[in-house]
């Protein structure tokens, strides 16, 4: 399994950004893809995830209504839209894939990219 992120960038407060994370050999006991980011300084953490066969959506508190994770049609690919973005939200994106009971349990995925950097001005 290989996960390729990209579409990061600089953008300004209140901008948008379209980060999108390509699959291969993405097979079926994989159920759930998901975004992490780590600030400088901090840990890395959940951001969105969905389920690959329902569509079904989680999102950390502080993005809720701000970013949108969605899928393709062949499942293999996901996006994370990020619409107002924030300076908070500056940080190395990644994408991760796995078999996941829980959308936000970062040790239950087990495939990861190569992160994408988001960088927000003030």
């Known amino acids: 399994v290989q996960l390729q992120a990209s579409g990061g960038g600089l953008v300004q407060a209140g901008g948008s950004l379209r980060l999108s994370c390509a699959g291969t050999g993405v097979t079926y006991s994989l159920n759930a893809m998901g975004w992490f980011r780590q600030a400088p300084g901090k840990e890395r953490e959940f951001v969105a995830g969905?389920?690959?066969?329902?569509?079904?959506?989680f999102y950390t508190d502080s993005v809720k209504g701000r970013f949108t994770i969605s899928r393709d049609s062949a499942k293999t690919t996901v996006y994370l839209q990020m619409d107002s973005l924030k300076p908070e939200d500056t940080a190395l994106y990644y994408c991760?894939?796995?078999?996941?009971?829980?959308?936000?349990?970062?040790?239950?995925?087990?495939?990861w990219g190569q992160g994408t950097l988001v960088t927000v001005s003030s």
């Open positions: 969905i389920r690959r066969s329902s569509g079904a959506t």
């Open positions: 991760a894939a796995g078999s996941v009971s829980i959308l936000t349990r970062e040790y239950e995925y087990g495939y």
